[in-house]
């Protein structure tokens, strides 16, 4: 398997470029495309198999119509339609391939409804769920809460080796994010003062 990242200046993402050996292409979460992007699929691949969505902020889908003019992917995501295009819709523990790359999904609601990982080999792409250093923006505390729980029980449980493609920022590794994450250490040291208060 081979990851290209490749930074867009919309909304600052990473789109990622990833491949198997017998030249299948997939693209996660197409931001602008530019053409330094279409002469890396061009160059690498040479076609695009498939585009996954982790969430439909705009972020993350704006060059969605682009990729789906030029090369006709399946798009896959929650939501069944992402800017105007039907998608292969997913759910958590859904696994499936394209060419030899098997894919599973999990289901992180809290910074959207809709935000899910894709896992594949010893990677796991996270768009807005889980950054180096950080979590996704929510709306409430219970928005907040649930996201990291679902960090927590579906992300952190995962080998320490596992490498984190988030759809903003540096890469990281899930062995890291449990030392080092700031928004879970500081959720956890909340949740142990509240249950101190209460004895």
Request: proline share 3%.
């Amino acid at each position: 398997m081979r990851i290209i990242p490749h930074f867009s200046a919309e909304g600052l993402s990473n789109v990622y470029l990833v491949s198997d050996y017998q030249n299948h292409g997939i693209i996660i979460d197409p931001a602008n495309v530019d053409s330094i992007l279409l002469e890396m699929i061009e160059s690498v691949c040479g076609r695009l198999d498939a585009v996954l969505i982790t969430h439909k902020h705009q972020a993350h889908t704006a060059g969605l119509g682009t990729m789906m003019k030029i090369y006709s992917p399946r798009v896959y995501a929650y939501e069944d339609e992402i800017c105007g295009y039907s998608t292969e819709r997913v759910r958590d523990g859904s696994v499936f391939s394209v060419g030899d790359l098997r894919i599973e999904v999990i289901h992180v609601p809290g910074h959207s409804m809709d935000s899910v990982v894709y896992r594949i080999g010893g990677a796991i792409f996270t768009g807005d769920t889980l950054s180096s250093g950080s979590i996704g923006s929510t709306h409430s505390f219970v928005e907040r809460a649930l996201l990291i729980r679902g960090i927590e029980s579906r992300l952190m449980t995962l080998d320490g080796n596992t490498l984190i493609y988030p759809g903003h920022g540096p890469l990281s590794k899930i062995g890291i994010e449990r030392m080092l994450n700031q928004d879970l250490l500081q959720f956890e040291s909340e949740n142990s003062a509240g249950r101190s208060n209460l004895r």
